[in-house]
């Protein structure tokens, strides 16, 4: 992993949407930061200029202050702008328009305390049927072997590869606790409630290898609840679904442990 | 001092006097050394949390052994006990410490006496109130040492994960169940005593800031709590009687079906919980401005700026502190209806707090300021309170939140709020106040000590975490190291953790400070700091019963430098409002 990627601001953004919210971001910093220095400056000139000191005498007559009026103003006019100028227009731009299905890679996380369980489509792009009373060790997602659509479906734990330059739409769920899916790298973060599935949808300007965390306290496991995002090339993407895709002959069962790339489980 | 007049009250035996009392006064000084007490664990239990930021996975020295090796085995924090220090937190310091010291402590010893009563309107209901609270906060901290630990699912206790966690919960439910009732209970007795029992001529317009701070405080306490002892109860219900009101059907813990009923949505809980949370944001603010208010008035000698306008912005934060709780939800994928209503009331009570900051601010211009030690913690708090309010825009954005929410940005923002912020203000009152109480002053020179060492620390701890919360470093991690932008900001979690181990040094200054005065600090007059409000036409401290002829006002609460007057302080309580007789040196101290 790069951790030059990673300093003392905003790390890297490698989303289509992201920049618009770096841009709030810095603009609402700006914006305190010139209302606190501005504070500030007349704050320590009044203790400065009118602290207790022989000879010097506190004004009873309240003092006419027009430019309080024309700051608080000025204060409402600029969270207006930030209001309906830049938070709702992004944040409806971001949340009210899911990108093309027929574009997009449809993928389902399942978490769990304390990992993230990914159910690809696979090739035929359908996913097989699931069912609770499947949910076991090696079968994580509880997905039927049995289903026709089932066979050609991939399931990775702690491994969420999808490729760049491409609307990834995920649906969230999880099956016990509260989680929350994090990669601050794209900008993304979304509460995984239970009894819900909620669809995120993003779409990476760069590959690379990041981080998934979870954001939401979920039992002792919490902090280590953590998966490798791996941002490939169509090219890449393409390869491993096909070196995961499950052999067609092999008898089901025994079939989901091995599609395991490498899982790093609890 | 104290057994002055009031020959008419018996000698009570010591344990109606100063356990089951029914005196405002001696259960304001009880909630407010419980509180400081509980305030002063809840700020251990951090200190040992961030031996393990600071150096994760290196045994504690000598403590980590004491802890035992269930908490610590190897002397190395064990990930269920970090979770159990950290709820443990943020439920001391929100509902034992701040919320009992600023309305259960300050609100109980000041207000009757601002007011001109000669005690609450309900003394029983107040005695009821104190010994619901005390019993709460104790079990609290007992649920350390049942099996499995205190809770640890958060100061927020969301379930599913509270509904499946250890006993401990179930402890901290009942805890919360009985904390909750004794604020109920104040809360009805402060409305009652400021609507029905103020003096001849203390009209609403004449009344000190502090009181409408504490009659907002009260209304919210009444209105908010509710909902949150029904969910408490509710989760109660859920873990011990096997309901399913957070519950939805198929849940699946450690590959096992759940064997409940389901149907329940965790979400209810959430908004019950912040309908009650985000108020709760307020009652520890607000009486928190209103010692400020109190001491800014006495140490700059002039009159609040914008008085009126103070209280009507308090009384419209009050109104819309109900109506902003689901900004704290915006990533739980509410529509975007509902994020968009709930981001714009949020700015919109930026704007009362914006003003209020500028009424304080605008109070300092053309004073003669006093730099006391209560006026320094007052004044520290502007700027700290500030940097709270405004770091929280970024939150109160729908966008910005997407990636700010549960950082550590969230972190630096509600602390700056309530630590440098509320408590500094907490401070101030203490040692505005601690003359009233005790008849002595606490001492100056250890009181500047005790500011300019925790004013240092404390930006230490606190902005350090704005900076980890920019990198995306999540809150509630017990090993932030795993993450690789974690370890960019690592250094930074070394810079807090002595900051705060620093922070606790100097509170022992403080503490020191608290005991050696009760014994050794200057004797005071009725009247230290020449203040104008009715707190000080009584003796210091005053006996059962507070005043020794019935209080009248004569005139608005900060009479000060009133021009051809022969003193720079004109009390409400003075018919001449040239202050008592003794001479007065003009131009403050």
Sequence with gaps: MDETKYGWWLPVDVSTHGAKIDQLIAVLHWFMLLLFVGWGIFFVYCLWQYRARPGHLAIYAPVKAIATKYIEAF?????VF????????????????PPD??????????AEQFAWNFHYAGKDRKFGRTDLALIGGDNPVGLDPDSAEGKDDIVTVNQFHFPVHTPVILDISTKDVIHSFNIPVLRVKQ???????????FEATDTGHFEL?????????????????????????????QENAPPPQEAPAAAAPENHPAPEKK | MSDHAHAEHHEMPFWRKYIFSVDHKVIGIQYAVSALVFLLVGFSLMMIMRWQLAYPGQPLPILGKILGDTAMPGGVMAPEFYNQLGAMHGTIMVFMGVVPLAVGGFGNFVTPLQIGAPDMAFPRLNMISYWAFLPGGLIMLASFFVQGGAAQSGWTSYPPLSDIAPAGQTIWCFGMVLLITSSLLGSINFIVTIVQLRAKGLTYWRLPFFVHAQLVTAFLLLLAFPPLEAATVLQLMDRLAGTSFFLPSGLVVSGEQLKIAGGGNPLLWQHLFWFLAHPEVYVLILPAMGIVAEVIANNTRKPLWGYRLLVYSVVFVGFMSFVVWAHHMFMTGMGTTMSTF?????????????????????????????????????????????????????????????YLH????????????????????????????????????????????????????????????????MAGLSRRLYDPTIYAHGRGVQALNVVISWGAWGLGLAQLVFIVNFFLSLKSGARVAENPWNATTLEWATPSPPGHGNFLTEPVVYREPYEYSVPGKANDFSPQFSPEGDGPARPQPRGGA
């Excluded at chain 1, 930030?82 to 328009?97: D, E, M, R």
Aim: hydrophobic share 50%; glycine share 8%; proline share 6%.
């Design chain 1, 75 to 79: 204060v409402v006019v600029v969270e």
């Design chain 1, 101 to 110: 299905e027929s574009k997009a890679l449809h993928v389902r996380l399942v």
């Design chain 1, 82 to 97: 930030l209001l309906f100028g830049l938070s709702t227009p992004v944040w409806l731009a971001y949340k009210s328009q």
């Design chain 1, 191 to 201: 509460d995984t409630i239970p009894g819900q599935r909620i669809p995120v949808w």
């Design chain 2, 342 to 402: 709930f981001q714009t009331t949020t700015m919109i009570i930026s704007v009362p707090s914006v003003i209020i900051l500028t009424c304080f601010i605008m109070s300092l211009y053309g004073g003669a300021i006093r730099f006391t030690t209560p006026m320094l913690f007052a004044t520290a708090f502007l700027p700290m309170f500030a940097i709270g309010g405004l770091t929280g825009l970024p939150l109160g954005l729908t966008a910005s939140d997407i």
């Design chain 1, 213 to 241: 965390g979870c954001a939401q306290l979920c039992g002792l496991g919490h902090y280590r609840m953590r998966a490798d995002v791996l941002i490939d090339t169509p090219e890449d993407f393409a390869k491993w679904e």
């Design chain 2, 406 to 469: 549960d950082t550590f940005y969230v972190i630096a923002h509600f602390h700056y709020v309530v630590a440098p912020g509320t408590l500094f203000a907490l401070f101030a009152g203490i040692y505005y106040w601690y003359p009233k109480a005790t008849g002595r002053k606490l001492n100056e020179t250890l009181g500047k000590i005790h500011f300019w060492a925790s004013f240092v620390a404390i930006n230490f701890v606190f902005m350090p975490m704005f900076f980890q919360g």
